[in-house]
């Protein structure tokens, strides 16, 4: 039987933190549902209700176009190894960007990823936990993000990462606007 309640607990943040990848869900009241995988070591635990991620540049930039219109979020973390476990988080976020007056104290928190370009607290309402077996078990053979992603963004001039945020990251896929400026 799942787990409901309104905050994380001790059991449940050494689960998060042990996990090398999560997922983020949103969607604005119109247009298409976004579901993300997460990695490098990018989530912070600030509270029992509140959780800060850093995004680095990608495809696209659904997450922060979505908050922009219903703040709400979900993410879910799997167990993919050791016993089965699916947690999620749900609730209200938030987006912040390098041109944000709180930004260099919250990308503090962070390591100084290229191409870093939102960050994304959640204020956290509901908590689940459900069996997890559907879900398979993996080991994790190298982290993909450190050794291509954040080195694509680090030979990157800052105006070259400010044209490849221009023409990938400035609108959702249906057009809205994501509120990233440079």
């Known amino acids: 039987m799942g787990i409901k309640t309104n905050k994380l607990n001790r059991s449940f943040r050494r689960f998060i933190e042990a996990q090398q990848v999560f997922f983020v869900a949103t969607a604005a009241p119109e247009g298409r549902v976004n579901l993300s995988p997460k990695g490098l070591d990018s989530l912070r635990i600030v509270s029992d209700t509140c959780i800060r991620w850093l995004s680095v540049s990608g495809s696209g930039n659904e997450t922060a176009a979505h908050l922009r219109q219903s703040p709400r979020m979900t993410l879910m973390f799997c167990a993919f190894e050791g016993n089965a476990l699916t947690l999620r988080v749900y609730g209200n976020a938030r987006v912040f960007h390098p041109g944000d007056k709180a930004w260099a104290d919250l990308y503090a928190q962070f390591p100084d990823y290229a191409g870093a370009r939102n960050i994304f ?33 680090a030979r990157m001039s800052d105006d070259e990462l400010a044209e490849f945020w221009k023409k990938k990251n400035m609108v959702s896929l249906d057009g809205d606007p994501t509120g990233l400026t440079f």
């Open 121 to 153: 607290e959640l204020q956290i309402d509901l908590v689940t936990t459900s069996c997890g077996t559907g879900v398979p078990e993996m080991s994790v053979i190298r982290p993909r993000a450190e050794t291509e992603l954040v080195p694509w963004y």
